[in-house]
Nanobody, 123 residues
Framework: QAQLVESGGGLVQAGGSLRLSCAAFGRTSSGNIMGWVRQVPGKERECVAAIDWSGEILDYADAVKGRFTISRDNAKNIVHLQMNRLKPEDTAVYYC????????????????WGRGTQVTVSS
């Protein structure tokens, strides 16, 4: 399994946009589903978006549907999360994840995580 490294977090005003990126290193994760999980201290982790290898099957949490878009570039082993119309409640550490199981991805119970990137949305 490749190592995952997130980038692109930062501070943005409500209504603004950020694009997160996740680069995979080591081995190609052929056939893997990839996604993004966010974590707020003291609260349960939430999978906000996921995408299959082909890019044809997408899944979004209700809280971000219509505002976030996940995409991937398999040639570069990179997955992106475009976040638009950001809200203060989107503030969290965002982690890139990878797994072969949709159930593990959607429940945020996977073995392969990045180190996270902080997203802070001010009002």
């Amino acid at each position: 399994q490749a190592q995952l490294v997130e980038s692109g977090g930062g501070l943005v005003q409500a209504g603004g946009s950020l694009r997160l990126s996740c680069a995979a290193f080591g081995r190609t994760s052929s056939g893997n589903i990839m996604g993004w999980v966010r974590q707020v201290p003291g609260k349960e982790r939430e999978c906000v978006a996921a995408i299959d290898w082909s890019g044809e099957i997408l899944d979004y949490a209700d809280a971000v549907k219509g505002r976030f878009t996940i995409s991937r570039d398999n040639a570069k082993n990179i997955v992106h999360l475009q976040m638009n119309r950001l809200k203060p409640e989107d503030t969290a550490v965002y982690y890139c994840i990878a797994d072969s199981s949709w159930s593990r991805i959607l429940s945020a119970r996977v073995d392969y995580w990045g180190r996270g990137t902080q997203v802070t949305v001010s009002s």
